[in-house]
């Protein structure tokens, strides 16, 4: 059994629901868990609550397994049904709902797009993890934690100078890989 | 600049988007080649796409061990040892407590009312989307294995996903709408109940009485409060929908018409059409259209 989950039909995915096959769904889950937690982190902005979407989705899946009839593509599948728990749960608990997750929901004709958007993501995630230990704490403290760069030269007792270099080459280590990644396809 | 120089004076511009010397610096040097465009255009997507990650990894690993837990094992047939009786003893206890509990939260309602003064929206737990006119409440089942919904007030729009096993119930005041999987409007007014099929076909029940509505012409009945009477008349109305559905359809209609749904649809005082004009036969069809485009086609099909 060497496919991945990518691979799975929105036909196999229906049938594995139907005849609770935990390997074939543990198969879905590992592709396509943290692109959905990205998505869900889009619409709601809390890592605790996209976490909990994303876990209420796939338990959800396997409980109701029997009603439910996937079409299409498996992963636009999951993205309608991610975004629309993420608006009912920031709904509930009366919290605003951006314009963008309301538009995408009724038109999700951008699906092409976020899917780019949530790979790329995927991989900067990854090859951030081979970035030098200072570049990446750097790196991280700008992008992920969206500190600016005088924040983070003065929380690391460093000069401003040291903190865009260091910008500079993780950003170029990211292209350069990216790139080697798309010469390969 | 050397390689290293130009990405930390890109990372220098996007951090700093304000500064204007930066700015003109960056936009001088855009323009020297085609090759200076795209490296900026991919440093900024990757810039850009970096900043939306959550600070938090996602561990798929992990996440599938807490969810695995959540999943229930399949059963299995065994010879059971007296302490195993027991247990089973205390779980079947814990099952029939369970099951009361599941009775009793079966029959539980959840009530939405609009938060706001404009349309809304929620899915339900099946899928099926309903748009809500401000001012307008409902409830539906919390657990939705019977497909239930009651309009409490105002005005919503049904979009019901398909489910030839399950039914789909929407109750107003004194009327019910039964659908399998198809789009329909239900409006309360004080006197009176209406309901208009966008698409596919619903069957509405009042006072004994029943009546088969279909998408296109005869799409609307309504239901009186006095006397449960369901009045049908001749027409389609699913442009009434358009609020929702964000689609206009007219086939052969006098300009004039066309002018003042437009003018309602799109909030505006008055399209004016000229004289001559005025009952000239005319098909449009607009989907998801702006006001400006709309009025564009409008008066390309009108010719004036």
Redesign the interface.
């Known amino acids: 059994m060497t496919q991945d989950g990518y691979h799975i039909s929105a036909e196999e995915a229906t049938e594995a629901l139907r005849s609770r096959n935990a390997g074939v769904f543990q198969k879905i889950y590992a592709a396509y868990s943290e692109e959905l937690f990205l998505l869900a982190y889009r619409w709601v902005k809390d890592d605790d609550l996209a976490k909990e979407v994303v876990q209420s989705l796939f338990a959800h899946l396997w409980e109701k397994g029997q009603q439910i009839e996937i079409t299409g593509n498996v992963r636009h599948y999951l993205y309608r049904s991610i975004t629309n728990r993420s608006i009912n749960e920031l709904k509930r608990r009366s919290r605003n709902v951006s314009e963008e997750a309301l538009q995408w929901q009724a038109d999700n004709s951008s699906l092409h797009e976020i899917t780019d958007h949530l790979l790329l993501q995927k991989e900067i995630i990854r090859l951030a993890q081979g970035l030098a230990p200072r570049c990446r704490e750097i790196f991280l403290l700008s992008r992920f934690e969206g500190l600016e760069p005088a924040e983070i030269a003065e929380r690391l007792g460093i000069t401003v100078n040291t903190v865009y270099f260091q910008l500079a080459v993780a950003l170029k280590y990211l292209r350069n890989h990216l790139l080697d990644g798309k010469k390969l396809q | 600049m050397n390689?290293?120089d130009i990405?930390?004076f890109i990372?220098?511009c996007l951090?700093d988007p304000g500064n204007r010397d930066k700015q003109a610096a960056l936009n001088k040097w855009l323009e020297e080649s085609e090759e200076n465009q795209h490296l900026y255009a991919?440093?900024k997507?990757?810039?850009e796409?970096?900043?939306?990650?959550?600070?938090?990894?996602?561990n798929?690993d992990e996440?599938?061990k807490?969810?695995?837990q959540?999943?229930a094992p399949?059963a299995r047939v065994k010879r059971l040892s007296p302490w195993r009786i027991v247990a089973a003893a205390a779980v079947l206890l814990f099952l029939i407590a369970g099951g009361w509990w599941w009775q009793t939260s079966r029959n539980a309602w959840i009530t939405y009312a609009t938060?706001t003064g404009d349309v809304d929206?929620?899915?339900l737990p099946d899928?099926s989307m309903i748009h809500m006119k401000a001012g307008t409440s409902l409830a539906y089942r919390k657990l939705f294995k019977e497909r239930e919904v009651k309009l409490l007030q105002g005005e919503a729009y049904f979009d019901v996903v398909k489910?030839p096993?399950r039914q789909f119930l929407v109750t107003a005041d004194k009327s019910t709408v039964k659908v399998l999987g198809t789009a329909f409007n239900v409006r309360i007014e004080n006197t009176f109940t209406e309901v208009i099929v966008f698409e596919g076909k619903i069957s509405l029940h009042s006072g004994g009485k029943k009546l088969v509505l279909s998408s296109g012409s005869g799409n609307l009945a309504t239901v009186s409060r006095n006397d449960d009477e369901i009045r049908h008349p001749i027409g389609n109305y699913s442009n009434q929908c358009a609020w929702a559905t964000n689609e206009l359809v007219f086939e052969n209609e006098e300009a004039e018409n066309v002018a003042k749904v437009l003018a309602a649809h799109y909030h505006i005082s008055e399209i004016k059409v000229a004289e001559n004009l005025r009952h000239k036969r005319i098909t449009l069809r607009l989907h998801?259209t702006p006001q400006d485009e709309a009025l564009e086609i409008f008066g390309a099909v009108l010719d004036q």
């Open positions: 390689n290293n990405t930390g990372i220098d951090t991919e440093l997507q990757l810039w796409a970096a900043a939306d990650v959550p600070p938090m990894p996602f798929a996440g599938w807490e969810l695995s959540q999943m399949a938060p929206s929620i899915t899928g489910d096993q998801n």
